[in-house]
């Protein structure tokens, strides 16, 4: 069983910066594709950038030239530096994995951009 915690979430202010981290267990997912999504209240959950087993990544447009998403496969996790945070940027940030034709998400953590 894929297990899936984030972390690293927290209250920040607008231009500031922060790192969540996704550390998985249950399986090696060195192979498989990891993602970050976000929901806002009231509003549909949506892709933030993924990255691919071998390092490729894309983004939203929204979030382009501010975030990176990286991962670690020798540590089995996944990061997203959050840079020049924005006040829509606030939401719950929950990472995927999908192995086979399997989807995993982890619980979310909260990010608050707010002065």
């Known amino acids: 069983q894929v297990q899936l915690v984030e972390s690293g979430g927290g209250l920040v202010q607008p231009g500031g910066s922060l790192r969540l981290s996704c550390a998985a267990s249950?399986?090696?997912?060195?192979?498989?594709?990891m993602a970050w999504y976000r929901q806002a209240p009231g509003k549909q959950r949506e892709l933030v950038a993924r990255i691919t087993s071998y390092g490729s990544t894309n983004y939203a447009d929204s979030v382009k030239g501010r975030f990176t998403i990286s991962r670690d496969n020798a540590e089995n996790t996944a990061f997203l530096q959050m840079n020049s945070l924005k006040p829509e940027d606030t939401a719950v940030y929950y990472c995927?994995?999908?192995?086979?034709?399997?989807?995993?998400w982890g619980q979310g953590t909260q990010v608050t951009v707010s002065s």
């Open positions: 995927k994995s999908r192995v086979g034709i399997q989807d995993y």
């Open positions: 249950g399986t090696s997912l060195s192979f498989y594709p």
